[in-house]
């Protein structure tokens, strides 16, 4: 007896929420009407008259433009891959980021080959050899690259020219597992970055 009070009372609250509980919002009014949208007449152009001579001076001037852009291209382009590869690599010592005599002499060089070119970026890549953690080489790899930047800073190369990466020991030059093949991936190599 008492469930079916219990049902009685809940049949009679939802039927009373149906009817009155929700008040209905127009979303639109019936006495609205919608603006027309207005109609885009295309405009008419007019063309300048062009005489025969100009136009034939635009037309040979065009691929004399284009020649030169193409060889300023080619010229950059030459001139970055010859940086490239007169840029130096340095070499570290087994577990340590200080800067040998033969690598401050290596960036002395690389300063002046960056001088003479103003406008170009470089990447300093920091590796390791494949002792220790992936971790610890990625550090000590952040380490090598941040000593050559602030020593290239200290030779007059702008900071906003040199950018670091470290690899830790995931690109190593050489594969091996000696002494010899070691010595040739504690590194720091240097690419030129295209604008």
Not at 146 to 154: P, S
Request: aromatic share 6%; with cysteine.
């Amino acid at each position: 007896m008492e469930k079916r009070r219990v049902l009685y009372a809940l049949l009679l609250a939802c039927a009373l929420f149906a009817a009155g509980g929700c008040a209905k919002q127009e979303l639109v009014k019936k006495d609205e009407s919608i603006a027309p949208q207005a109609v885009v007449k295309p405009v008419e152009q007019k063309h300048a008259v062009v005489q025969p001579e100009q136009k034939a001076a635009v037309q040979a001037e065009q691929p004399k433009q284009q020649a030169i852009s193409a060889q300023e291209t080619t010229k950059s382009t030459d001139a970055e891959s010859s940086l490239q590869s007169a840029l130096e690599k340095i070499y570290f010592d087994f577990d340590a980021a200080d800067l040998s005599g033969q690598a401050r002499a290596a960036l002395t060089k690389d300063a002046g080959l960056l001088q003479q070119q103003p406008a170009v970026k470089i990447r300093i890549e920091g590796n390791c050899d494949e002792r220790g953690s992936a971790e610890y080489n990625l550090a000590l790899g952040e380490r090598r690259a941040t000593a050559a930047k602030k020593y290239l800073v200290t030779l007059g190369i702008p900071e906003g020219r040199l950018a670091t990466i470290s690899y830790g020991k995931e690109h190593p030059a050489v594969e091996g597992h000696d002494e010899a093949a070691w010595a040739k991936n504690r590194r720091d190599e240097f690419v030129v970055v295209k604008p």
